[in-house]
T-cell receptor
Framework: EAGVTQFPSHSVIEKGQTVTLRCDPI?????LYWYRRVMGKEIKFLLH????????ESGMPNNRFLAERTGGTYSTLKVQPAELEDSGVYFC????????????FGEGSRLTVL | KQEVTQIPAALSVPEGENLVLNCSFT??????LQWFRQDPGKGLTSLLL???SQREQTSGRLNASLDKSSGRSTLYIAASQPGDSATYLC?????????WGAGTKLIIKP
């Protein structure tokens, strides 16, 4: 069974450009999460989908970030326009329904904004 | 507000030693606690998941304990090997979000 996959693994863009990160969760997992680790800081929650609905987006830093989950399958996270402080590693995770399930993480997408 | 602390921030030990990594959290109202491993430039690998009703979980040479009332968890690694070198992170779940510690960077010297 395939795990959580993320694309691209690394993206280098200039300030002001747009980047879209994609996450394919484990098949059948209703819960999908985005997390981010900025250099030198702890991993922080960004948002949570249950199927196609945003359950909690309290961690999204500002309106330059837009997340979608079309049809309750894969998810995209768009940053537009990117700023220097957006650099970091963006992790996606998925889990079965409920609060007690194990989270499975992807390899992460490293974003470098120059 | 939940806060998670991991001590030590870094640890270097000779191969073969048994070691303990510590994780503490401020709010005991959690659903579970998960230990992860991250290798440089790689993703997060789940090691052990302890539900709030459990006291410990074991997988191979790894044993994780949970004392919810005191807000503590430990990850015990037996007979350490150079391949255990990585950053170890703990994360607690009070709702749908995971709250993370900063990690312990472990180096096992051959």
């Amino acid at each position: 069974e395939a795990g959580v996959t993320q694309f691209p693994s690394h993206s280098v863009i200039e300030k002001g450009q747009t980047v879209t990160l994609r996450c394919d969760p484990i098949s059948g997992h209703d819960n999908l999460y985005w997390y981010r680790r900025v250099m030198g800081k702890e991993i922080k929650f960004l948002l949570h989908f249950v199927k196609e609905s945003k359950q909690d987006e309290s961690g999204m830093p500002n309106n330059r970030f837009l997340a979608e989950r079309t049809g309750g399958t894969y998810s995209t996270l768009k940053v537009q326009p990117a700023e220097l402080e957006d650099s970091g590693v963006y992790f996606c995770a998925s889990s079965w329904t409920g609060l007690t399930g194990e989270l499975f993480f992807g390899e992460g997408s490293r974003l470098t904004v120059l | 507000k939940q806060e998670v602390t991991q001590i030590p921030a870094a640890l270097s030990v000779p191969e073969g030693e048994n070691l303990v990594l510590n994780c503490s959290f401020t709010d005991s109202a959690i659903y579970n606690l998960q230990w992860f491993r991250q290798d440089p430039g790689k993703g997060l690998t789940s090691l052990l998941l302890i539900q709030s009703s459990q006291r410990e979980q074991t997988s191979g040479r790894l044993n994780a304990s949970l004392d919810k009332s005191s807000g503590r968890s430990t990850l015990y690694i037996a007979a350490s090997q150079p391949g255990d070198s990585a950053t170890y992170l703990c994360a607690v779940r009070g709702n749908y979000q995971l709250i993370w510690g900063a990690g312990t960077k472990l180096i096992i010297k051959p």
